[in-house]
């Protein structure tokens, strides 16, 4: 019985911990249904012959299922980056465990590599669908020194949560939303929006989740009491991000697969 309890309260640790380090499923499913609107016919008849059928949305979360098993933990470092607030991603030397810059580069990069095996490219095919998805999460380009978030404590509606994981899950999962119906409500926009959308790379990408990251610093105190307000305020910036994680990995994948 002792046994048992440990067990419990082992699994219900590391799912907290796990929670703190991702979107939810829901906002990675909405990044990868809202990417299956902006794919060429080409990328689209390339990724269900790799995916053998499989939409993105549903291979959106394979980055963090295989967090519990240890021979992916060298992936760990993939899901994000810090770098400080004032400085450019390339203004500092990388880090030698890699981070989700150069995560997405590497599987961009075998996906491409012709030599690759089936498996590898399926692999990181489902590896770059998560990436792209955890970029747009700005708490992913979030401080080193409170691990993006993860140490700024609040009370979201009255239940202790923090900073990272209000942006994870909190928001989108207490919006109470399936992953279809709340890609189905996003803003309607024009091509030409989409377009300016996809202008850049991942390096701007970056930068562009790191200026939001300071301002979503500045949203909160530590120990603060948030819930309808702080939803309301932020909820269209979600959303955004959303949509934006989606048309950009839509362009990643047509320009592999042009």
């Known amino acids: 019985m002792k046994k048992m309890f440990l067990l419990v309260s082992f699994l219900i640790v590391q799912t907290g911990l796990a929670n703190d380090m991702e979107w939810s499923k829901t906002g990675h499913r909405v990044t990868g249904e809202v990417a299956e609107k902006y794919l060429s016919r080409k990328a ?3 990724i269900d012959k790799l995916l053998n059928g499989q939409t993105l949305a549903d291979v959106s979360t394979f980055g963090d299922e295989i967090k519990a098993d240890r021979k992916f933990r060298e992936f760990s470092p993939w899901h994000y980056v810090n770098f400080p607030s004032d400085k450019k991603y ?60 993860n140490d700024i404590q609040v009370q979201w509606f009255g239940r202790g949560s923090n900073l990272h994981r209000v942006w994870d899950s909190n928001m989108i999962d207490d919006f109470g939303m399936g992953y279809t119906e709340l890609a189905a409500t996003l803003p309607r926009i024009s091509k030409e929006q989409v377009k300016f959308l996809q202008k850049g790379d991942v390096y701007t990408w970056v930068e562009e989740s790191q200026e939001l990251a300071n301002e979503v610093y500045e949203s909160v105190q530590v120990g603060e009491k948030i819930g309808y307000r702080y939803s309301y305020e932020w909820w269209a910036t979600v959303e955004t991000q959303l949509q934006k994680g989606g048309i950009r990995l839509a362009a990643v994948l047509n320009a592999i697969f042009k």
């Open 90 to 149: 390339t203004d500092v030397a990388p880090s030698p465990d890699g981070d989700i810059v150069m995560g997405i580069e590497k599987s961009i990069a075998i996906i491409k590599d012709k030599s690759s095996s089936l498996e590898d490219k399926q692999f990181y095919l489902k590896f770059l669908v998560h990436l792209i998805g955890d970029l747009h999460q700005p708490m992913h380009v979030g401080r080193k020194e409170d691990k993006g978030g």
């Open 44 to 46: 689209k008849k390339a």
